[in-house]
């Protein structure tokens, strides 16, 4: 599992994660919809079979329409931003075709797509090439190629014609999604470890070593004027989005050591940071329902390499429940605007590499399940269905 | 458009024009009736109606060849008719004719063995038949006389990776009479065992000693293997056609007979063998000569294929097949029959397998051939054969037929879609087999599911128990579609009113978007090359016995779930029960039934291993000692 970006932060089990894919690799997959998968999500179904892998989706404000990165172009081995009609299953590309890209999310009102992309990298095919030899010999990507720091958010239309490019900013521009009403874009950018040279010695080494470290939240307007730093905490802080009511950004923050990942929310300044999870591990990829009411997630709080999906009420006050109890990865998961329907990225496919998955959400559900949950801070419940939520209070750094 | 049905090259089978006349001429009322009430599109009711004639006890079954059959092809062939299709002018009829082996007997006057003295020492010593020879069900018929040459296990496993096995190294086979040791070495790893076996069934050795030039080739079980020195059983009911070859079992007393002189013990020499020496006595030639002839008649019968044919448009050439077989197993004598006790001989209707996949032919012939009257002619379309195939539960007899006499160029088919067991769509669950033989299957398949919607579980494994298979071998892409087996799977519960018919017109539908797809000449259907193991005729007959029953039903579980536990066998012994899931055997994991059948090949006889069951949600280990089958 090499996934890069966003909501999915370089996955550091790498190893562990593509033995578990071989296991699962073998004839039909089996969701567990016995152990209790059917709670929230009913009809699970594997929506895309073409390419390589496909992953991290998001659907269009009239929910007809499916946002998505595929490595599905001929002769370039990266992820290319697709759109999908659920009316006519028909899909087309909405990146150049050159280059790496990830992130895509719809505007509001316009049908625009933004994205992060690297076409204009002149360098790019010679990254592909060394891309398809690192392939040919199976060897590990280092941590440090997924922030190709040419990466800059881009629009285009549904026809997949660029109409203006937001950021030029050196380092990694990514991750980008729009406010509720479309007029600002939230996203994490690592300009600020740009020029490398002037970076003190130990920043250096930080650098060297763990780069998504200098990530921090930024927010602009749509156009791409007034790009501003809303973070500036130690550790990679990514993936954020905005709240359905627009009033705050969700994101994941992970801490020096880039082993621990937590959800929080704050304010679109950057104040009133409120911390949701706390379960000594790497929770991440937050995504909210529709309704505001609560927050889903993925965290492998279960084992290291297996990635299942939680959710945790707005304001963190309640043991997260779990939602997925399939073994491997599932992950990087998102609403339809109407709440009904849920799409994420899992492993369990016949070539064990992930795809996209669809089914239905089961909302009241959902909203009976975290008002039974046990707060935040109380014993462990007794049904491990439930899900289980950290003992400790919330002593972030810097709140 | 009839010159693209010009196909005057094609070698023609033998069909008896009087024959084919004779069959319409007696066609039922109520086939003729039963067809008229079909619409022209895809519908549950029209499914429905289809399968309940065709699965129907008036059909008996279905077995190949019989007046069931035939009666199923008469609906086939009327329902064609309706639909507007067909056949190439220079044939009289929908119905393609083949014959196959019914059966085999022995003219036992005609088959004789004898040891011959070679040079001055001329006696001749008889063998007795049943006794000490008798000839295997494929032998070819004639006589044969040669010196003996004994090849250890005979086995011939193609090298990779260092690894591979020849049994013929330094031995010249040619116009000898070939003696081989039955099976594998005895004492190799499980692993090894395993892939041994891929490459050590009888009639595949056979054919390995022929492809050497052998004049016949006997075969001896060890004296280290289970059923030692026993004469193979001749089973009347075998179907299987002729190898190329004259072969008979021996018993272990004449080839110790046949060995006696030459300074080989035929103990010592599997002993050695089985220790993992290749060959070690293949440079010593037995100083003996052996004579023998052998007679089988083969049981000729006729059964036929249905095939019809919507013509290209437009100026392609081009056909695209779709297919499923029509025949099954009758009352289920030795075919596999999984009737419950009780059940046994009862009619086994076949309504999942394979009323389920002809209905869908059918609608889709209707609904296909409907659509192509209302297109514009000149709009350029692949031309599409329906094809529903008979002698499927025999050994794809039909299909193989069919692809040896090809009703349309097999060159200008570009693809094969089959219906095999699309009846029993459960949690919205389809099967898609053979993805991996096309790369533009998986970009057709996700963007027609996007609407339909369905819980697709995708396989690129080409090589398939089904008829499209041959197609698949023969350079063209295939996909299969499938609902899963069940727990009426080859009994005779396997009845109309099992079926899910909402599912399958969601399948149909499905199936006409594809196969819409695929009829446009500028969609390219390349061929992608899937590795194969080993030929599944070279597999060796399991001789394992654990007395186990799978649930074939059983799915969402990893392992293999027991339906049943026999009576006294090692399963019982063991302490295994119905509904334990077996997820190791003797070290090895099991995940499903392949891995199960692996296991067993891979297993000795009488010799206790540790296997490991889920009972209520824990793990359980067992020791089962595997007895061997009967010869």
Not at chain 1, 336 to 363: C, E, M, Y
Not at chain 2, 498 to 512: H, P
Not at chain 2, 612 to 631: F, Y
Request: charged share 25%; hydrophobic share 35%; aromatic share 10%.
């Amino acid at each position: 599992m090499d996934w890069m970006t966003r909501r999915e932060v370089f996955l550091r089990g790498c190893a562990l994660v593509v033995a578990a894919a071989g296991v699962l690799s073998a004839g039909a997959v089996v969701r567990a919809a016995e152990r209790g998968e059917d709670r929230f999500i009913q009809n699970t179904r594997q929506l895309t079979f073409e390419g390589r892998r496909s992953g991290e989706c998001y659907f269009s404000p009239d929910g007809n329409k499916l946002v998505f990165m595929s490595e599905r172009q001929p002769g370039n081995p990266f992820f290319q931003i697709y759109a999908l009609d659920f009316q006519t299953g028909d899909v087309s590309r909405i990146s150049t075709g050159q280059g790496k890209t990830t992130c895509p999310f719809f505007q509001m009102g316009t049908g625009l797509i933004e994205f992060a992309s690297t076409h204009l990298d002149a360098d790019f095919e010679q990254k592909a090439r060394e891309e398809y030899a690192r392939r040919q010999e199976e060897r590990q990507r280092r941590g440090a190629w997924d922030y190709d720091e040419y990466y800059d958010i881009f629009v285009a239309q549904p026809d997949g014609r660029i109409v203006k490019r937001l950021t030029t900013a050196l380092g990694y521009d990514a991750e980008g999604a729009y406010s509720p009403d479309g007029k600002q874009i939230v996203f994490c950018s690592m300009r600020d470890a740009y020029p490398v040279g002037k970076l003190s010695d130990e920043d250096r080494a930080f650098f060297d070593k763990q780069p998504e470290y200098f990530a921090e939240i930024y927010i602009m307007d749509a156009d791409g004027s007034n790009q501003t730093r809303l973070t500036d905490w130690p550790g990679y802080d990514g993936g954020p989005f905005f709240t359905p009511d627009g009033q705050r950004i969700v994101w994941r923050h992970f801490d020096e050591t880039g082993l621990l990942a937590d959800v929080y929310t704050m304010e679109l300044d950057g104040s009133g940071r409120r911390r949701l999870t706390d379960f000594k591990c790497m929770s991440w990829a937050p995504f909210f329902h529709p309704s505001g009411e609560y927050c889903i997630f993925v965290s492998n709080k279960l084992g290291f390499s297996n990635f299942e999906l939680f959710i945790v009420d707005a304001m963190g006050e309640r043991q997260p429940v779990r939602v997925t109890y399939t073994e491997g990865f599932d992950g990087l998961p998102t609403f339809s605007p109407d709440g009904k329907r849920i799409v994420w990225t899992s492993n369990h496919t016949d070539t064990g590499r992930s795809q996209i998955f669809l089914a239905n959400w089961d909302h009241e559900a959902a909203r009976a399940a975290l008002s039974a949950s046990p707060t935040r801070g109380s014993a462990e419940p007794a049904s491990s269905s439930a899900g289980a939520g950290g003992a400790s209070d919330d002593a972030a750094p810097g709140n | 458009m009839r010159s693209t049905l010009r196909l005057a090259l094609l070698v023609i089978s033998v069909p008896t024009i009087a024959y084919a006349q004779a069959d319409r001429e007696k066609i039922p009322a109520e086939v003729m009736s039963g067809v008229a009430g079909l619409s022209p599109t895809i519908a549950a009711d029209d499914l429905r109606a289809v399968v309940s004639f065709i699965a129907s006890d008036q059909c008996g079954g279905r077995l190949t060849g019989s007046d069931g059959a035939l009666l199923a092809a008469q609906y086939i062939a009327t329902a064609f008719s309706r639909a507007g299709l067909k056949y190439p002018e220079d044939k009289d009829h929908y119905y393609q004719p083949f014959s196959f082996t019914a059966g085999v007997e022995m003219v036992t006057e005609k088959t004789r063995m004898e040891i011959v003295g070679s040079g001055a020492d001329a006696a001749v010593s008889p063998c007795k038949l049943d006794a000490d020879f008798r000839p295997l069900t494929f032998s070819d018929n004639g006589t044969a006389e040669g010196d003996l040459v004994f090849v250890g296990y005979g086995l011939v496993e193609p090298s990779s990776g260092g690894r591979g096995y020849d049994s013929y190294v330094n031995v010249d086979a040619k116009d000898k009479i070939v003696l081989a040791l039955r099976d594998i070495p005895e004492n190799v790893t499980p692993q090894r065992r395993q892939e041994l076996a891929l490459y050590a069934g009888d009639r595949y050795k056979a054919k390995l000693a022929a492809d050497r030039g052998a004049k016949a080739f006997l075969l001896v079980t060890g004296p280290n293997s289970p059923n030692a020195g026993k004469l193979i059983k001749f089973r009347t009911s075998d179907r299987t056609s002729a190898a190329p070859i004259l072969a008979a079992s021996i018993s272990g007393e004449l080839a110790d007979r046949l060995l006696a002189g030459t300074g080989v013990d035929l103990e010592k020499a599997q002993t050695a063998l089985d220790g993992g020496e290749i060959n070690p006595h293949a440079t010593v030639q037995p100083k003996a000569r052996v004579r023998i002839s052998t007679e089988l008649k083969r049981l000729p019968k006729i059964c036929r294929n249905v095939v019809g044919i919507l013509p290209p448009t437009g100026g392609c050439d081009e056909y695209v097949l779709v297919g499923a077989h029509y025949d099954h197993i009758g009352t289920g004598e030795g075919l596999g029959s999984l009737a419950k006790k009780g059940e046994e001989g009862q009619i086994h209707n076949g309504a999942d397998d394979n009323a389920s996949g002809t209905s869908v032919v059918l609608e889709l012939a209707a609904s296909l051939a409907d659509a192509r009257r209302k297109a514009d002619p000149a709009e350029a379309r692949r031309g599409l054969v329906f094809a529903c195939w008979s002698g499927e539960e025999l050994g794809l007899v039909g299909s193989s037929h069919y692809i040896e006499h090809p009703r349309v160029p097999l060159d200008k088919t570009v693809a094969a879609f089959n219906f095999d067991m699309v009846g029993r769509l459960r949690e919205n669950k389809l099967i898609m087999q053979a993805v991996g033989s096309s790369p533009v299957w998986r970009r057709l398949i996700e963007r027609r599911n996007v609407p339909a919607g369905f819980n697709l579980v995708v396989q690129d494994d080409p090589y398939l128990p089904t008829d499209a298979t041959g197609f698949y071998t023969h350079g063209i892409p295939i996909l299969a579609f499938f609902t899963d087996l069940h727990e009426e799977y080859n009994r005779p519960a396997d009845d109309p009113e099992t079926l899910n018919y909402e599912g399958m017109e969601r399948v149909a539908g499905f199936a006409q978007q594809l196969i819409e797809d695929v009829s446009k000449p500028d969609v390219e259907i390349a061929y992608a090359r899937v590795e194969r193991s080993a030929p599944p005729e070279g597999r060796m007959s399991r001789r394992a016995y654990t007395g186990t029953v799978p649930d074939f039903a059983a799915s969402g579980i990893t392992g293999v779930r027991l339906s049943d536990v026999r009576p006294g066998g090692p399963a019982e012994k063991a302490g295994i029960k119905a509904g334990d899931i077996i997820v190791e055997f003797a070290g090895r994991k099991v995940t499903n039934l392949q891995d199960y059948s692996d296991a067993l090949i891979g297993a000795k006889i009488d010799e206790a291993v540790p296997l490991v069951v889920e009972r209520d949600g824990k793990k359980i280990t067992l020791t089962i000692t595997p007895t061997a089958r009967p010869n």
